[in-house]
Structure formats: structure tokens, C-alpha cells
């Protein structure tokens, strides 16, 4: 229903919390000078006389009924500032309520709609404690001065002792006032809790978004690590045997065929691996019929390793320690560092000799590959210069393994890559008993 009022005054233009507020208090000044002159008719009508009231509006001068519809109306209108100033706008209400009281008829008493209206607003705008406290003082005040601009002889005619007029005076006023507040402070503690609600869900909602968008940048990684390892490392080969090729096509023809039926057959493997990857990064996961690429281990390092001697690069392996069981994805980590490393010597530094070294500690498992400067006898093209994202890649495949990379030229103009990834927990009890079943 309020947002339905609300969509209402902002169809009338009443658009701002001042304008809705001014509004307010001209419908609090209609019901207040409404609620006065209906009360003042029923004094003075007969059941004011069967009560024995003698107030009617016969009884109240002209001047003093104007006065006392202007001092509700101005007391409505303080209700503009119950927003900005909600305190303020209850002294201002209670001022009013006190300059109310010598106008009106004796025995007569008038609790204005803007004062319900003012305490309320206390109770959902200012503090708990302050709230109340200013109820309480608004209530004494009112009923302390408001017996003493009465007139202690319009009081002393009710018969009643001053002390119970007082203290039911008090009691009744503060009720009220007390009533008012509190409701306000139900309601504005909802209105709190139902902000912070709201503010969890919009949290929630930008900690959902940003996980999402986390999790696209991780697959976009993921999908530029695996493009680059198929493609950079047969493509790089591609490239030198092509240009020697080029270089042996009239001196040396049947050469120059061979490089050429070996292109063609990395240019088709090539093909094919990309046709896996492809697969994999469109495989959704549904159904067990989706088709698995297989993905290398340290088994397919041999073949790595003449092929890259085929395209003319001089590779010397070297291994120490007592090989043991790595999970699959070391050892797919372990592949493409090697893949890479190769690539970037064949295609940085072609014609250098490559030495590769594989050392099986008992905490961890360190690949080392280190290749010398770019044999210029040797290299048909410069060395590719610009930033490449080799290094990235390799460096992102450690970390997902908890490994380290370190990537770095050395004193003789050459290129070192270290890849150290540590040691499996179950992998020493798998060789121990690898071991005893030998024996």
C-alpha cells in the first residue's frame, strides 16, 4: 500500500521527503482544526451538559478560536522538519501543544494529531535511548506547563486534588508518548533490518559476479595455456624447417623435399591436436559418451625429446635420482614446461645445444633446461623479439601444482628454465613397496 502511495505522489509530482512532508502536515492541520471544532461542538451539545462541561464554542471568543486553528496549523507544519531535525520537531509540536492550552475553553484539554505524529518520527529516525528520554521530557513538560498556564483557579473548580490531576495528567500523556515512540522504533528497526537484508543480497550478488567473472578469466587461461603449448611448439618447428628449406631448395633438392615432407607431417599432427583441444574446450560434461583426449605424461618426454632433435636441435638428457610415481597433472605440468622450453630455444636460439636435466630428490622433482646463445652459422631468420606469454604459461602450470618456475638468462648469453615441483605424500610409500614386490 505505501508503494502505491508513493507511485501516486510521484505521479502529482510530490517527488522529494520536504514535499512529502509539507503535504503531510497540511492533511495534519485539516485534521487537527477538523478534530477541535468537532470536539467543541460536542461539548456544547447535550452531552456536554449531561457531563456538565460548560465549554462550548459559544463560550470561546472568535479570536481565540482563529488563534487556536493558527497554532495547528503552524504545529502541523513543523512536521516538515521531522526528517532533517526530528527532535527539533517535537519541541517545536510541544510548543505548540503548551501555547494551545490557554485558548482553549476551561476544563478542556486537546492532544494535537502532530504531536502522535512528531513522537513517532523520534522514535524511527533518533536513537533508542535519546528516543525515549525525549518522550519522557516532552510528556512532563507538557502536563507541568500546561497546568500552570490553565490557571490554578479553573483547577481548583474541578474538585479534584491538583497532586491526582497531575499525576493521571502525567500518566496518560506519557502513555501516549511512549506509545508512539515505541511504534515508531518497531518500525524503524524493520526498516533497518530489511536495509541491511537488502544490502547482503546486493553483496551477495556482486561476490556472485565477480566469482563468475574469476572463473571466466581462469577458463580463458586455461584455454590460452593450452593453445599455446600444442601450437607454439610444432609451429616453431614448422618455421626453422621451413627455413631450411628454403635455404637447401637449390643446393641440396632431396633435403629440401625431406624438411618439406616433415613439415607436412607436423603441419597434420599439429591439426590434430588442435582438433583435441578444440574438443576438450567444447566438451560440457554431459552424458559419459563425451569424447577424452588424451593428455601426455612423462612416458611421450622420448618422443618430445627426438622430435625436437629432428628438427636439428642437439638435445642431451640427463637424469639422477630414482624416478617414482607423479599425479597426472605433474606430469602434464613437467610435458608442457619441456614442450615450451624446447620451442622457445628452437625458435630463440636456433642451433644451440640443449641440455636437459631431470633430478628426483626426496622432497621434490627438479626439471632444469638450459640452452646456449643463437648459433648465427646456423640461424636462417632473427630471433623473435616482442613479448611472448611462454613464460606466463609455464609459470600459471607451476603454481596450479604448487611448484615453482624460475626463467632467466645466464652469464654466457643463453636461457635457463627451472621448474621444481614438490614430492607427492603417497609417492615414497608407492616406491617402497614397488620395491618389496621386486624382491
Not at 162 to 188: D, E, P
Not at 362 to 382: H, I, K, S, Y
Request: aromatic content about 2%.
Amino acid at each position: 500500500m505505501l508503494d502505491a502511495l508513493r507511485r501516486r505522489l510521484d505521479a502529482l509530482g510530490v517527488r522529494t521527503p520536504m514535499r512529502r512532508d509539507a503535504l503531510l502536515g497540511g492533511v495534519v492541520a485539516a485534521l487537527s482544526v477538523g478534530l477541535l471544532l468537532a470536539m467543541l461542538q460536542l461539548v456544547s451539545s447535550s452531552l456536554g451538559e449531561t457531563l456538565g462541561t460548560q465549554a462550548s464554542v459559544d463560550g470561546m471568543s472568535t479570536g481565540a478560536l482563529v488563534a487556536a486553528c493558527v497554532v495547528l496549523v503552524g504545529q502541523a507544519m513543523a512536521l516538515t522538519l521531522r526528517r532533517r531535525f526530528p527532535m527539533l520537531c517535537l519541541a517545536l509540536v510541544i510548543l505548540g501543544q503548551l501555547a494551545l492550552a490557554p485558548l482553549l475553553p476551561p476544563f478542556m484539554n486537546f492532544q494535537a494529531p502532530a504531536t502522535l505524529v512528531a513522537a513517532y518520527s523520534v522514535g524511527v529516525l533518533a536513537p533508542r535511548r535519546p528516543a525515549l528520554g525525549a518522550a519522557a521530557g516532552a510528556a512532563v513538560v507538557q502536563v507541568l506547563l500546561g497546568y500552570v498556564l490553565g490557571g490554578p483557579a479553573t483547577v481548583a473548580e474541578l474538585g479534584v486534588p491538583v497532586g491526582a490531576q497531575l499525576w493521571g495528567g502525567l500518566v496518560s500523556t506519557l502513555l501516549i508518548y511512549l506509545g508512539a515512540v515505541l511504534g515508531g522504533a518497531y518500525v524503524g528497526t524493520r526498516r533497518e533490518l530489511l536495509k541491511q537484508l537488502r544490502a547482503r543480497v546486493a553483496q551477495a550478488e556482486r561476490e556472485r559476479e565477480a566469482l563468475a567473472a574469476q572463473a571466466v578469466l581462469a577458463e580463458r587461461g586455461r584455454m590460452a595455456r593450452e593453445l599455446h603449448d600444442v601450437a607454439a611448439h610444432h609451429l616453431s618447428g614448422i618455421v626453422v624447417q621451413a627455413a631450411a628449406a628454403e635455404r637447401l631448395v637449390e643446393g641440396d633438392p632431396e633435403r629440401a623435399k625431406e624438411s618439406l615432407r616433415w613439415i607436412r607431417r607436423q603441419g597434420r599432427e599439429t591439426l590434430e591436436n588442435l582438433r583435441l583441444v578444440v574438443g576438450i574446450l567444447r566438451d560440457t560434461g554431459e552424458g559419459d559418451d563425451a569424447p577424452s583426449a588424451p593428455q601426455p605424461t612423462l612416458a611421450d618426454v622420448p618422443a618430445l625429446l627426438d622430435l625436437a632433435r629432428s628438427t636439428g636441435t642437439r638435445v642431451q638428457e640427463t637424469r639422477r635420482g630414482e624416478p617414482y610415481d607423479l599425479p597426472p597433472t605433474v606430469q602434464l605440468t613437467v610435458y608442457r614446461v619441456l614442450q615450451e622450453s624446447l620451442a622457445n630455444a628452437r625458435r630463440h636460439a636456433p642451433g644451440s645445444a640443449v641440455d636437459v636435466e631431470t633430478l628426483y630428490d626426496e622432497d621434490e622433482v627438479a626439471v632444469t633446461v638450459r640452452n646456449g646463445p643463437a648459433d648465427r652459422a646456423v640461424a636462417t631468420a632473427p630471433p623473435e623479439a616482442g613479448p611472448g606469454h611462454g613464460v606466463i604459461g609455464m609459470t600459471e602450470r607451476a603454481e596450479l601444482v604448487g611448484g615453482r618456475l624460475t626463467a632467466r638468462r645466464t652469464s654466457g648469453g643463453g636461457w635457463l628454465v627451472r621448474l621444481v615441483v614438490p614430492r607427492p605424500a603417497g609417492a615414497q610409500d608407492r616406491q617402497v613397496r614397488a620395491g618389496q614386490g621386486a624382491r
